[in-house]
């Protein structure tokens, strides 16, 4: 079974700075998605970024960024220029690329932004 | 934009009781599921269904059941609450992407806390 480990429960940054979230994962498969989704409080849960697993080219979505390095099975979302809004909890997922489109979850990252 | 709502965001209930979850999407989703989300766990699945009247276990499905009746509804049941079932609920659906195109995100409702008194 695939697992995926957020190894930082909460980190913190200052307004218009720049963090990255850990992400790692544990699979045998060759072909997988991973995700991070972020839910801000008391708010619905949204997809940030998406990376295929046969792509070598890491994500970009505007200010957030990954770095996916598939031989040692990590997945870090970069934020670049802070903003209050990114507040929020982040989790990275798994999903495997064959079969049924359930996610695994990681245990979530806690972002602060210091004004 | 895909809604997906859920029927409470906050509902108390006591041990023993059988209690209702309900999640509706609007898209037309073929996919719907139920995870449960605790502090330190992340979000585990207990459930999903590809199909109206389908529905296959996910990690966790011990305790409750499901029911898709219609294609944008889909039930969380707990038989018989127990203190150990208070937990936040999540409902997503997505879609199954034709050939050629098409995205297959997950889309989350608010949410349910549920809390088993």
């Known amino acids: 079974a695939q697992t995926v480990t957020q190894s930082q429960p909460e980190m913190s940054v200052q307004e218009a700075e720049t963090v990255t979230l850990s992400c790692t994962y544990d699979t045998s498969e060759s072909d997988y998605y991973l995700f991070w989704y972020k839910q801000p409080p008391s708010r619905q849960m949204i997809l940030v970024i998406r990376q295929e697993a046969y792509k070598q080219q890491n994500a970009t979505e505007n200010r957030f960024s990954v770095n996916f390095q598939k031989a040692a099975k990590s997945f870090s979302l970069k934020i670049s220029d802070s903003q209050l809004g990114d507040a929020a909890m982040y989790f990275c997922?798994?999903?495997?690329?064959?079969?049924?489109?359930?996610?695994?979850f990681g245990q979530g990252t806690r972002l602060t932004i210091n004004p | 934009d895909v809604k997906v709502t859920q029927s409470s965001r906050y509902l108390v209930k006591r041990t023993g009781e059988k209690v209702f979850l309900e999640c509706v999407q609007d898209m037309d989703h073929e996919n719907m599921f139920w995870y449960r989300q605790d502090p330190g766990l992340g979000l585990r699945l207990i459930y999903f269904s590809y199909d109206v009247k389908m529905k296959e276990k996910g990690d966790i499905p011990e305790g409750y059941s499901v029911s898709r009746e219609k294609k944008e509804r889909f039930s969380l049941i707990l038989e018989s609450a127990s203190t150990n079932q208070t937990s936040m609920y999540l409902c997503?659906?997505?879609?199954?992407?034709?050939?050629?195109?098409?995205?297959?995100?997950?889309?989350f409702g608010p949410g349910t806390r549920l809390t088993v008194l």
């Open positions: 997922a798994y999903r495997s690329f064959q079969g049924a489109q359930k996610l695994v």
């Open positions: 997503a659906s997505s879609t199954t992407p034709r050939t050629g195109g098409g995205s297959d995100t997950q889309y």
